[in-house]
């Protein structure tokens, strides 16, 4: 009896245990979060330039205005990371919380409202920022707060980083703070963005939690010719040539790749489809079907098929000057997105095959981002993030997902530290509606942030308090 007891007791979700030891005014917390959500918002951080200086300096002064202490790391003037630290006991290495400070610029004259003025209309925050990155900031400066206010007693250290520099100058931001500061943000596990829980009619229906990514490879075609007259075509007329390349590599579908994250994420897909789409998502995993649903999902659902390959987009075609003169040379960039476990020389090479062309070039661009292997989803952190999320959310599936964009967490996962993102509760209505991250009129639902606050804080205590 006494040996069922102590199963039973290890068996429930340590979530559900610290909430009763560390009870939360959740309608005060919600009231001071919307509070420093909307401050933020009205900080413009637009990248380039940057200047997350300003936000950095408002976590530090919130934090310390409660007697915690954050310090500033700039590689450059204007552009501050911040980090600040609660301490464990040490007995387990720290988790590190992390929050990108800078925005993407914005084209005004499409926005229905003022991107930096935190609107609220309608059951939704707009702003930039709004989904990328500072719901995920906001929550971290509460996690720090709530920590100290109830005096939780931790295992772990529990880190927050409010990085700048994520929209495309990480060398600034993690980077420096990787290479420079490791010392500071070193942890076993990490939180940040690049997760979203799905809601339909009102019900969480599954969560997307980011395990690994794609890391960015990009490539400059270049095709040369000879110039002349337009009167007089001739055989290696570079448009043609550069034509002919792009076409062959958009209609080229590099080898079929599942990981340990888009096996899991098609096998519980597949749990919460319609028996048409889940006989699919089951065929990717049945060599004898893998190319009929692959064929489907290249047509149907893009979005999934991007998770399958390593996926090459032309996204910049240019070359001539005049319409009656043939251009000696002509170019393409090509946003090439790498599965984790890709050897871009060998890809490079198999391009070069594809194309067949000596008139045409291929020139890779500096990667920027590491490859990363995925983060587990059998360890102690991701089953963690299932109870909480199953406390939060009982009807949902947890889904580990593969990102096709970029992260932060690129770099932090190459040093060995098992990475997860996650994210704010979004209608599914709106996930191509607009209003997403990078797009116009970008918001949140405003009820949304406090659960993205209590998933962060049951997550920090199910890994980090003292039993």
Avoid at 20 to 45: C, G, K, N, S
Avoid at 193 to 219: F, H, N
Avoid at 402 to 425: E, I, S, W
């Amino acid at each position: 009896m006494n040996r069922w007891l102590v199963a039973l007791v290890a068996a429930l979700p340590f979530a559900g245990v610290c909430q009763d030891r560390y009870p939360v005014d959740w309608a005060q917390v919600e009231t001071e979060a919307l509070d420093h959500f909307a401050a933020l918002l009205r900080i413009d951080t637009t990248n380039p330039p940057g200047n997350e200086t300003e936000v950095a300096v408002y976590l530090r002064d919130a934090l310390a205005a409660e007697g915690i202490e954050g310090r500033l790391y700039a590689m450059v003037p204007g552009r501050d990371n911040f980090v600040t630290r609660i301490r464990g006991n040490g007995s387990k290495e720290p988790v590190l919380v992390m929050g990108h400070t800078d925005v993407v610029g914005v084209q005004r004259e499409n926005w229905s409202v003022e991107p930096f003025d935190a609107v609220r209309r309608d059951g939704y925050i707009y702003g930039r920022g709004s989904l990328d990155d500072k719901d995920n900031v906001t929550a971290g400066l509460m996690l720090m707060l709530m920590l100290t206010r109830a005096g939780v007693e931790l295992d772990r250290d529990v880190i927050f980083l409010g990085e700048a520099g994520e929209e495309g100058t990480p060398e600034v931001g993690v980077d420096f703070m990787v290479n420079e500061h490791w010392d500071e943000v070193g942890a076993q596990y990490c939180l940040a963005e690049g997760g979203t829980a799905v809601a339909r009619d009102g019900v969480v229906r599954y969560v997307s939690i980011a395990t690994t990514e794609k890391y960015p490879m990009r490539v400059r075609l270049v095709a040369r010719g000879t110039s002349g007259h337009g009167s007089v075509p001739r055989v290696d007329n570079a448009l043609a040539a550069l034509a002919g390349a792009v076409a062959k590599l958009s209609e080229w579908q590099p080898p079929m790749r599942l990981n340990q994250t888009t096996r899991a994420f098609f096998q519980r897909l597949a749990d919460i489809s319609d028996e048409e789409s889940a006989q699919r998502y089951r065929g990717l995993l049945e060599p004898s079907e893998q190319a009929a649903s692959q064929h489907y999902l290249a047509q149907h659902e893009p979005q999934y098929n991007a998770l399958l390959r390593t996926g090459v987009a032309p996204t910049i075609l240019s070359g001539g000057f005049r319409r009656n003169v043939i251009p000696s040379q002509a170019e393409a960039m090509l946003d090439v997105r790498a599965l984790p476990d890709e050897n871009p020389e060998e890809f490079y090479a198999h391009m070069a095959a594809v194309v067949n062309n000596p008139n045409v070039e291929i020139v890779p661009q500096p990667i920027y981002r590491p490859a990363s292997p995925p983060s587990p989803i059998d360890n102690e952190m991701f089953q963690v993030i299932e109870s909480v999320s199953e406390r939060l959310f009982p009807e949902a599936v947890i889904l580990p997902t593969m990102l096709t964009g970029a992260t932060d967490m690129a770099q932090v996962r190459a040093k060995g530290v098992a990475c997860y993102g996650f994210g704010p509760v979004r209608h599914e209505e709106d996930l191509s509606a607009g209003g997403g991250a990078h797009g116009d009129d970008e918001r949140i639902p405003e009820d949304s942030l406090l659960t993205l606050v209590q998933f962060l804080w049951y997550s920090v205590l199910g890994i980090a308090a003292s039993p």
